[in-house]
């Protein structure tokens, strides 16, 4: 039997529904998305379910009736679903393509295949250019105007993907590499060991006395959709998802050195390089050699320095450990060479994945959320946290249902009841993600903004200002009293949109003047602030939160990609205050007002 992820059958599923929606089937489409949100949010893998129970167990799980466990079955017993590729026929749309185009939901896609029979991107472009999709009933020139936008933003990032979006998919494989009786050890390097929010590709490590099993089962795996290299040592496949996956056996004794080699950068390894060649050294993905010196009298690479572990690679190099989120060659070889000799300037303790106690952007189905404040609070307290704020949108997003005053009451209410409820597990904290308006004034009056624990501002309209405006308006916020925090500070959702034009350095200094704090919005494809904006708030002193921004209980373990971006940002626990108590939490927002 195939072993197929969860992700890989909710993609199934998804694209059943979209393809099913295309011939505009009633009812049958939404039955296959909810059935695939179900199981992207199953703790457990969907294989296993069917290995100790079968096709009934299948059943069992919340929105799988009898004909959509026939083709969950199938997929795992022959690695397709004959369905589905004969719906592939009938409806020969790319979509993975078109979907990654900002604006473009399935709904869209549907009508410009059945209207214009639309089925690439490239289709999609020329007519727009042609105005077609304008003169579209329920497009109009301002949507076409857009989805140009957004293919030329498609095109500009270059077919990277978002981090987060991806990292099941790659941990299952790593697991699965891992598990076969010939794998020693395995460690996914490159881009993805770094945390960078895109990857191009993944770079998986394996030692092994015995590569050849462990290349076949690679270049074999179900999902797996073209086979571009299968070597001895080196294979490399193209997933289904559509990301490509490398795969390298390396020996025992240059485990290190590859790891090393491997995670890069590609700047950080140059330099690193250099180092050892001032030493007289050399240095690849084999180890750390006595070579260079010798080399130049016409000898062979010399004795082995190291090479079997990264710490003792950095030792030998006259320096401490790096941690991979911050090998990108801007200052932390300095830092690590520094902190060895004793020097001041070393390099920061990063706050560790282990480190949050709490998370101050939550959202519920008052608003644009899936679930109650109760689930999300029980879904808090399943991931280990010790606090939540709950922070639905303001009136003006009428789309989402924004709350009003007389509404935000009744939540706070329910959140007094909620909190005896939970006494001793979770504390829920009242709070709003309250739209900053054009003029930089807020959503809400202040008399409500006062009664609440945790105010969160952030801007949600007018994208287009000019540079001075947004800066302006985002001050003026900051200036408020009962603003604690900015969310999501410049707008930019990857592959998607880029952020609106806005003065960063002038926004970290109103936020240190004001006493304003920062957010680190985790959702993987925000992941707002960026790096070297958590670097200049750093250097600042001004603090920050990292926050899921969660819509649904299976959001919170995105958390995990907020904290990575601060270890990139180079934060400690000092600079984010959700990584601290409670009662310190609170006090450090009451001081400030
Ligand atoms: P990506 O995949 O674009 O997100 O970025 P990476 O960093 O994963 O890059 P990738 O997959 O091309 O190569 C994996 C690692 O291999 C990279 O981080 C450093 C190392 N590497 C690749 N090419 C070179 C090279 O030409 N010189 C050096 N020193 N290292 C390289
Ligand atoms: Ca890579
Ligand atoms: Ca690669
Ligand atoms: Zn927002």
């Not at 490399?236 to 050195?257: M, Q």
């Amino acid at each position: 039997m195939a072993i197929v992820s969860n992700k890989n059958i909710s993609l199934m599923l998804r694209e059943i529904g979209e393809r099913l929606a295309m011939k505009d089937i009633p009812f049958k489409p939404r039955a296959y998305e909810k059935a695939a949100d179900v199981i992207d949010g199953l703790e457990e893998n969907v294989v296993d379910i069917y290995k100790t129970g079968g096709r009934n167990a299948l059943r069992a799980i919340p929105g799988v009736g009898i004909s959509i466990a026939e083709k969950i079955e199938e997929l795992l017993r022959t690695g397709h679903v004959k369905y589905l590729e004969g719906l592939e026929r009938k409806t020969p749309v790319d979509l993975a393509g078109l979907s990654r185009i900002e604006g473009l939901g399935p709904k869209s896609i549907k009508t410009l295949y059945q209207k214009l029979d639309i089925r690439t991107v490239a289709e999609l472009e020329s007519a727009a250019k042609t105005g077609k999709i304008a003169k579209l009933e329920g497009f109009g020139a301002k949507k076409e105007e857009n989805i140009l936008k957004g293919i030329g933003f498609a095109k500009s990032s270059g077919g990277r993907f978002v981090l987060g979006f991806e990292m099941a998919e790659i941990r299952e494989i790593e697991k699965r590499v891992g598990d076969l009786p010939q794998t020693k050890k395995v460690i996914v390097a490159g881009s993805v060991r770094r945390r960078k929010e895109t990857i191009g590709d993944a770079d998986i490590l394996a030692i092994s006395k015995d590569p050849k099993p462990i290349m076949d089962f690679f270049t074999a795996m179900p999902e797996v959709v073209n086979v571009i290299a299968h070597g001895a040592t080196k294979s490399s496949v193209k997933l289904k998802s559509g990301i490509n996956v490398d795969l390298r056996v390396v020996s025992e004794k240059s485990y290190g050195a590859a790891l090393n080699y491997f995670t890069g950068s590609k700047d950080h390894n140059v330099a690193l390089r250099r180092i050892a060649i001032a030493h007289g050294w050399k240095l690849n993905e084999y180890g750390l050699f006595e070579g260079e010196r010798r080399k130049e009298k016409g000898e062979d690479d010399g004795r082995m320095i190291s090479g079997e572990t990264e710490e003792e690679l950095y030792r030998k190099l006259g320096m401490d450990y790096i941690e991979p989120e911050l090998r990108e060659n801007t200052g932390e070889i300095e830092a690590a060479l520094r902190q060895t000799q004793g020097k001041p300037g070393g390099l920061p303790k990063i706050i560790g994945y282990n480190d949050l106690c709490g998370d101050l952007q939550v959202q519920t189905n008052w608003t644009d959320g899936t679930d109650s404040v109760e689930a999300m609070a029980k879904a808090a307290i399943a991931h280990g946290l010790k606090y939540i704020a709950i922070t639905d949108h303001t009136k003006r997003l009428a789309m989402t249902h924004g709350l009003d005053e007389k509404r935000i009451l009744e939540q706070m209410a329910e959140i007094d009841r909620l909190n005896k409820k939970f006494k001793g597990e979770i504390t829920i904290l009242k709070g709003s993600e309250c739209d900053i308006l054009r003029d930089g004034s807020l959503d809400l009056p202040d008399k409500i903004l006062a009664k609440l624990d945790v105010v969160g501002a952030s801007v949600h309209s007018y994208f287009n200002l000019s540079r001075t405006e947004q800066t302006e308006r985002v001050k003026r916020a900051m200036e408020n009293p009962n603003v604690d925090i900015i969310f999501h500070p410049t707008g930019r959702v990857i592959n998607r949109r880029p952020a609106y034009d806005i003065n960063i350095e002038e926004l970290v200094a109103a936020a240190k003047r004001t006493g304003t704090i920062m957010e680190i919005d985790a959702f993987p494809d925000r992941l707002d602030l960026k790096d070297e904006h958590i670097r200049l708030c750093v250097a600042a002193g001004v603090k920050m939160v990292i926050d899921s921004d969660a819509h649904s209980p299976m959001h919170f373990p995105y958390l995990e990609y907020g904290i990575a971006q601060a270890r990139r940002g180079w934060a400690t626990r000092a600079d984010i205050i959700n990584a601290w108590p409670l009662e310190k939490m609170l006090k450090f927002l009451k001081k400030r007002q």
